[in-house]
């Protein structure tokens, strides 16, 4: 894959180790670009922690290929995540049958490029470009993700989760556009949980209310930590919880402890970490990454025998901190309809695709007409089970 190319007086660079890279070139980039400066998970420090830790690299199958956009001075005016991808995992939007019906006509799917925050289906800018960078930044950068699948007869060139104004431009630019959907709890302006609770019908406020009794009789303590609060300690026992949980469900956890440890030692002040204590020992933990303005639902980890602690650890404490805090949003992931009726309502999400193979970008590109209609009716369906009193 060739490391650099020209384009309208821009050198554009391949950059394999993030670090190459100075953090504040990176992030006057993301803190330009508009929603930038609170998504926690673009800064340099989170994309550094998952390089240097081993949850990124070769091995894993997250190979790190960053664009880089630079001036004839070589001041950085744009970048993007990027990573060469030789299996389907930790992208949260599922193309497994792409890459069968490719391998059965006879092509290789893999390896493909993939623009993502790995592990991480939260919607952000993909586009990272400085304010004052000629209007051809973000066009390049398109140009060069999908010139890079042909030039290297990959099958395509994947952007997950971009938000709406990227998504825009690449499907602008002839990709492929395709719609998920995510499940956020938006701040009304309420005043204290009560106050969001009495937005509820009965019955649900009922049931959200008994849970939260549980956990609180069931003689766990629970605390919501941040910045210098956590400790080694409560990274151990996250570490521990997380790769039991992951070793239950998904069979191999993606993230070492070394990552949760520069975590810790980087971004303390965008960690926001709820754990429990049953007596001495620590059997549950939700780590949660904050924005200027949102808090993000990430990883669980925890025992099963404790009835609610999951919606207590992960859902409720959550909306007790964005309260306490003033912020506007709580994203709670991909996956799991059981939110909605914890009170996070589905939201659309999008993905961008670039299929440089002739025969498979027909094949998707009818399967994601068919696929879109579907997944609107599912949003309509899904919103009747709000637990939210209707106006």
């Known amino acids: 894959m060739p490391d650099v190319q020209e384009l309208d007086n821009l050198s554009i660079d391949l950059v394999d180790d993030i670090r190459s890279i100075p953090a504040s070139d990176w992030d006057a980039c993301l803190l330009d670009t508009p929603g930038g400066a609170d998504n926690p998970f673009l800064r340099h420090a989170f994309l550094a922690a998952m390089e240097s830790s081993g949850s990124v690299g070769s091995d894993t199958g997250w190979d790190p290929r960053h664009v880089a956009v630079r001036d004839g001075t070589g001041r950085l005016l744009g970048v993007t995540p990027l990573y060469v991808?030789?299996?389907?995992?930790?992208?949260?939007?599922?193309?497994?049958?792409?890459?069968?019906?490719?391998?059965?006509?006879?092509?290789?799917?893999?390896?493909?490029?993939?623009?993502?925050?790995?592990?991480?289906?939260?919607?952000?800018?993909?586009?990272?470009?400085?304010?004052d960078a000629p209007p051809g930044v973000h066009g390049a950068i398109i140009v060069t993700l999908s010139g890079l699948a042909r030039r290297n007869d990959l099958s395509g060139t994947h952007v997950t989760f971009p938000n709406e104004a990227d998504h825009d431009r690449f499907v602008g630019a002839g990709w492929l556009s395709r719609i998920g959907t995510q499940y956020h709890w938006d701040n009304r302006g309420y005043r204290s949980f009560d106050d969001f609770l009495g937005a509820?019908?009965?019955?649900?406020?009922?049931?959200?209310?008994?849970?939260?009794?549980?956990?609180?009789?069931?003689?766990?303590?629970?605390?919501?930590?941040?910045?210098?609060?956590?400790?080694?300690?409560?990274?151990?026992?996250?570490?521990?919880?997380?790769?039991?949980?992951?070793?239950?469900?998904?069979?191999?956890?993606?993230?070492?402890?070394?990552?949760?440890?520069?975590?810790?030692?980087?971004?303390?002040?965008r960690v926001v970490l709820v754990m429990a204590r049953d007596g001495t020992r620590w059997v549950g933990?939700?780590?949660?990454?904050?924005?200027?303005?949102?808090?993000?639902?990430?990883?669980?980890?925890?025992?099963?025998?404790?009835?609610?602690l999951h919606f207590e650890?992960?859902?409720?404490?959550?909306?007790?901190?964005?309260?306490?805090?003033?912020?506007?949003?709580?994203?709670?992931?991909?996956?799991?309809?059981?939110?909605?009726?914890?009170?996070?309502?589905?939201?659309?999400?999008?993905?961008?695709h670039y299929i440089a193979h002739r025969g498979l970008r027909f094949a998707v590109t009818d399967f994601l007409l068919k696929e879109r209609a579907a997944m609107e009716e599912h949003m309509a369906e899904l919103m009747q089970e709000s637990p939210y009193r209707q106006a």
């Open 200 to 269: 509820f019908s009965s019955r649900k406020r009922k049931m959200v209310r008994k849970e939260r009794q549980t956990v609180a009789d069931s003689g766990l303590r629970v605390f919501t930590l941040t910045g210098s609060d956590v400790r080694d300690e409560h990274w151990d026992a996250f570490d521990r919880l997380y790769r039991s949980t992951s070793d239950r469900k998904w069979g191999s956890p993606y993230l070492t402890r070394e990552f949760f440890f520069q975590l810790g030692q980087d971004m303390a002040d």
């Open 285 to 308: 933990g939700a780590l949660n990454m904050l924005g200027e303005t949102t808090l993000y639902g990430r990883n669980w980890g925890g025992s099963e025998a404790y009835p609610f």
């Open 85 to 131: 991808k030789y299996h389907s995992y930790g992208e949260y939007v599922f193309d497994h049958g792409w890459a069968n019906a490719l391998d059965q006509a006879g092509g290789n799917y893999y390896p493909k490029l993939q623009s993502a925050v790995p592990f991480t289906p939260v919607t952000g800018p993909r586009l990272l470009v400085r304010a």
């Open 313 to 352: 650890a992960c859902y409720y404490r959550a909306i007790d901190f964005a309260i306490e805090r003033g912020l506007t949003r709580v994203e709670a992931g991909a996956q799991g309809e059981h939110k909605i009726q914890r009170g996070y309502l589905p939201v659309k999400t999008f993905s961008a």
